[in-house]
């Protein structure tokens, strides 16, 4: 995919309750496809950071996978 197609993409966070840590994720506005943060973090903050992080990559050419 090229970066272009990332522009209608959100970005987010998963509390995984078995763990207590959050994920990042990216995802389309269509929610039909996730990408997930390959870290888990124990602040949710830092999955914040992460998910942010992954969008703007993608967006700039660099998708997640």
Do not use: C
Not at 2 to 14: A, C, K, M, R
Not at 43 to 64: F, I, Q, T, W
């Amino acid at each position: 995919m090229s970066g272009e197609n990332y522009l209608l993409w959100h970005d987010g966070v998963e509390l995984d309750t078995a763990s207590q840590t959050w994920r990042g994720y990216i995802e389309d506005n269509d929610y039909t496809e996730k990408h997930l943060t390959d870290e888990s973090f124990e602040e949710k903050g830092d999955a914040v950071v992460a998910a942010g992080n992954m969008l703007a990559a993608a967006r700039h050419g660099s998708p997640p996978g």
